[in-house]
């Protein structure tokens, strides 16, 4: 009896924090929407996010800030929707919270390197998840804002059944409204992403453990050799944990107990940053504006044409150069201290080029 008593506890426990999680998601949304529209008159007024490329930086130091990027891609569906940013800006700032997200798994390696693991195995995932990342998302830059400013896709714009909104505007407004209270104007938006940061904790925690330990993990080394295995598996944990922190920053401790070396992970982390955009896809639906659905379908299809374009035409070049970067990155502390200026430097003059 009490064998199954607690595995049956630990299941109902995940499906609470799952629904809560949901819960607190939906109220995130509302409250950034609500502080959004005090903000964009500030926003307008500072021209802090004047151009496309000050909300690239934007979002790229938010996801630093967070340690997560879809907080920031949430964040800028919210502004977006108060009109507080274009359309252009909003594909910019969700493509530079993309490109600061994988720095969670930068950050994973150091805490690993100071626990005693190998220091090039231990920082080399985050420093691939960096790699790939930016050489991915800067062609998508160019190659959606072409599809933004041209209106390609203007016809795949979907938003929630009015109904569905409506009912979840009349559970969420008295709570809005409670917050506001004590809350008002520009703070409403900073508690909107501080709830947003709680909502991933609560779904992170009805995610099922996972057992590095064991025999079933023992034979899947063979299978990850394969380029389009990993790239699936990539695309699978991101959408089922809705986040590429989690799923990118997994593989810190793969490779630092030796289950997976680092030139398998590359497709791993180009599958992930397809799927990764599965809750802000969620997230759209919700907003008053559909074309904010449509810039987020802009910039998973192009993050998916870039990728798989990659994966089948010129991988192995890819992989090959992606992995002589790194190793030139870590060659000396020259070239690593340059590379941290880089890391946080770009996203700073992003925000304040005029």
């Known amino acids: 009896m009490s064998t199954t008593a607690h595995p049956r506890r630990l299941h109902l426990e995940k499906i609470f924090f799952g629904l809560l999680g949901l819960f607190v998601f939906l109220l995130a949304l509302q409250l ?44 800028a569906l919210s502004l977006f929707d108060g009109s507080a940013i274009t359309e252009l800006q909003t594909f910019t700032m969700i493509n530079g919270s993309r490109m600061g997200a994988s720095f969670i798994v930068l950050f994973i390696g150091f805490i690993y390197l100071l626990r005693g ?34 209106g390609t896709f203007d016809a795949v714009r979907i938003t929630a059944a009015s109904k569905l909104v409506s009912f979840i505007d009349s559970i969420f407004e008295p709570i809005v409204q409670w917050i506001t209270g004590w809350a008002p104007g520009l703070l409403i938006f ?15 925690r009805a995610l099922p453990e996972l057992k590095l330990g064991g025999t079933e993990f023992d034979q899947a080394p063979r299978l990850l050799y394969k380029p389009i295995v990993m790239f699936l598996l990539g695309g699978a944990v991101t959408t089922f944990s809705m986040s ?15 289950y997976i070396r680092r030139e398998n992970v590359i497709p791993y982390i180009m599958g992930a940053n397809i799927t990764t955009f599965v809750d802000t896809l969620v997230a759209s639906l919700f907003m008053n504006r559909p074309q904010a659905f449509t810039v987020v379908f802009v910039e998973m299809a192009t993050v998916a044409l870039v990728s798989i374009i990659i994966l089948l035409t010129l991988y192995r070049f890819y992989e090959r150069q992606v992995l002589n970067l790194a190793n030139r990155i870590t060659a000396n502390r020259r070239n690593l201290s340059i590379f941290i200026l880089l890391l946080a430097g770009t996203p700073i003059i992003l925000l304040w080029i005029r």
């Open 32 to 75: 950034m929407r609500a502080g959004a529209r005090d903000l964009a008159p500030i926003l307008k007024s500072t021209d802090l996010l004047k151009t496309p490329v000050n909300s690239l930086g934007f979002g790229w130091l938010g996801a630093y800030m967070v340690l997560s990027g879809s907080p920031v891609a949430a964040a």
């Open 117 to 150: 693991h190998e220091p090039k195995r231990s920082l080399s995932m985050g420093l691939l998840s960096l790699l790939t990342t930016w050489t991915i998302y800067i062609p998508v830059l160019f190659i959606g804002s072409y599809f933004i400013a041209n």
């Open 244 to 258: 590429v922190s989690v799923s990118l920053s997994l593989l810190v401790p793969l490779s630092a107990r030796g």
């Open 190 to 204: 900073v508690v909107g992403v501080g709830v947003i940061l709680l909502a991933f904790n609560l779904i992170d």
